[in-house]
């Protein structure tokens, strides 16, 4: 799979990867929208309603109403299951204590913080963090709202441990030595 799918553990990435083979077809290496729908529904680590609405809009954008005629390339299949994934750990970080004070500190309690703010702060931090590649969910929003914010960061998970990304785990282990 691609390097794109920050979202992902490596095991989860082997899951699906394995996944996609076991239901391509020898001959076109594509699945069926259908195929696609069981892979992830049958990955229990997302939840039941985030797929079900992804899997919505995917197929509207599909323009298809038939599962079985809609062909799933291994290149579209990577871009839904990042999609899925980001919006798996959006729902997720919407509801984390830890993100949204993040968020509140960083946004000095207003309703949103500009892109650049959070620049200046990976920059005085010195953050290992590739700049692009931390803002691609989010693409080109200079204004971040919470709701965006949370695109940002791998969610905790469901173990309820506090498993930040290295720019918030950064952050925090330098604001707590104060």
Same mark, same amino acid.
């Given at each position: 799979?691609?390097?794109? =799918?920050?979202? =992902?553990?490596?095991?989860?990435?082997?899951?699906?990867?394995?996944?996609?083979?076991?239901?391509?077809?020898?001959? %076109?290496?594509?699945?069926? *929208?259908?195929?696609?729908? &069981?892979?992830?529904?049958? *990955?229990?680590?997302?939840?039941?309603?985030? !797929?079900?609405?992804? +899997?919505?809009?995917?197929?509207?954008?599909? /323009?298809?109403?038939?599962?079985? @005629? !809609?062909? !799933?390339?291994?290149? $579209?299949?990577?871009?839904?299951?990042?999609?899925? /994934?980001?919006?798996?750990?959006?729902?997720?970080?919407?509801?984390?204590?830890?993100? #949204?004070? =993040?968020? &509140?500190? =960083?946004? +000095?309690?207003? %309703?949103?913080?500009?892109? #650049?703010?959070?620049?200046? !702060?990976?920059? $005085?931090?010195?953050?290992?963090?590739?700049?692009?590649?931390?803002? /691609?969910?989010?693409?080109?929003?200079?204004?971040?709202?919470? @709701?965006?914010?949370?695109?940002?960061?791998?969610?905790?998970? @469901?173990?309820?441990?506090?498993?930040?990304?290295?720019?918030? %785990?950064?952050?925090?282990?330098?604001?707590?030595?104060?």
């Amino acid at each position: 799979m691609q390097g794109s =799918l920050t979202h =992902l553990s490596h095991a989860d990435f082997k899951y699906f990867e394995n996944a996609f083979k076991d239901y391509s077809n020898a001959q %076109s290496k594509d699945i069926t *929208f259908r195929n696609l729908r &069981e892979i992830i529904i049958s *990955f229990k680590k997302f939840g039941k309603n985030i !797929v079900q609405t992804c +899997l919505e809009k995917i197929i509207k954008r599909l /323009a298809s109403q038939n599962e079985d @005629e !809609v062909y !799933v390339g291994y290149r $579209d299949y990577c871009e839904y299951l990042q999609f899925i /994934a980001l919006e798996h750990d959006k729902y997720l970080n919407e509801r984390d204590p830890e993100i #949204k004070y =993040l968020f &509140e500190l =960083l946004s +000095l309690g207003e %309703s949103s913080i500009y892109k #650049k703010k959070i620049v200046e !702060v990976i920059k $005085d931090f010195e953050l290992p963090i590739n700049i692009d590649e931390f803002f /691609a969910p989010i693409g080109k929003k200079e204004e971040i709202f919470f @709701e965006d914010f949370c695109y940002l960061f791998k969610s905790t998970g @469901e173990s309820g441990e506090i498993l930040m990304n290295t720019f918030a %785990s950064s952050f925090y282990k330098i604001n707590t030595n104060e």
